[in-house]
């Protein structure tokens, strides 16, 4: 069915940037309302940011005003740029559809730290 596979993560200093995409293969990304989520170790998966087949945007309190979700439909591609990295944004990453949850891919790791 649908594969996912995230890249992109890595060790970044509080305040710095880190631009994720996420490659779809088995389906249009065009049809399905996309999202980003995310894993701390000890903490529940949490839906960071989400991006619907026309554009909308929606993000988590936790996030807002530093990341930002797009999609590339042409590429089949889905991608949150990062900004202004905090400690606690340290995760691991996953993208996914919202509506309808497809296989998990392996995820890529986030890491805030000094």
């Known amino acids: 069915q649908v594969q996912l596979v995230e890249s992109g993560g890595g060790l970044v200093q509080p305040g710095g940037s880190l631009r994720l995409s996420c490659t779809a293969s088995?389906?249009?990304?065009?049809?399905?309302?996309m999202g980003w989520y995310r894993q701390a170790p000890g903490k529940q998966r949490e839906l960071v940011a989400s991006?619907?087949?026309?554009?909308?945007?929606n993000y988590a309190d936790s996030v807002k005003g530093r990341f930002t979700i797009s999609r590339d439909d042409t590429k089949n591609t889905l991608y949150l740029q990062m900004n202004s990295l905090r400690p606690e944004d340290t995760a691991v990453y996953y993208c996914n559809g919202v509506i309808t949850i497809h296989n998990w891919g392996q995820g890529t790791q986030v890491t805030v730290s000094s």
């Open positions: 088995g389906s249009r990304l065009s049809i399905w309302k």
């Open positions: 991006i619907s087949t026309s554009g909308t945007t």
